[in-house]
C-alpha cells in the first residue's frame, strides 16, 4: 500500500493523514527510551515479554506508561496493563 492509499470504511469521516513534525517524532522516542524503556527493562527482568505502551499528552508528554505484565495476569499486554492502570 503506498502513502496516498488509505483504508477507508467511511468516506464521510475519514481522518486526515498523520504527519508528525522532526520535533515531534523526537519526542515520542524520547517517551520510549526515558519512560517505556525502563518500565520494560525491568518486566522482561520479572519474566515478562518485552512490549510496553504509554498515553502521551497533546504536547506529546508521556502521562502514563506501562509495560506487559502477564505474570500478574496473562491479558496484561501493555496496552492492556496501560488501559486498565489507567481507569483505575
Not at 517505556?36 to 508521556?62: D, H, W, Y
Request: some cysteine; glycine content about 4%; proline content about 6%.
Amino acid at each position: 500500500m503506498s502513502s496516498e492509499e488509505k483504508v477507508v470504511i467511511d468516506d464521510a469521516n475519514q481522518k486526515p493523514v498523520l504527519t508528525p513534525t522532526a520535533d515531534e517524532i523526537r519526542q515520542m522516542y524520547k517517551v520510549i527510551e526515558e519512560d517505556i524503556l525502563p518500565k520494560t527493562r525491568k518486566g522482561v527482568k520479572e519474566g515478562n515479554k518485552v512490549f510496553g505502551a504509554a498515553i502521551l499528552s497533546p504536547k506529546l508528554q508521556c502521562t502514563i506508561c506501562e509495560t506487559n505484565a502477564e505474570t500478574d495476569c496473562p491479558i496484561f499486554h501493555g496496552e492492556v496493563h496501560r488501559i486498565y492502570k489507567w481507569s483505575q
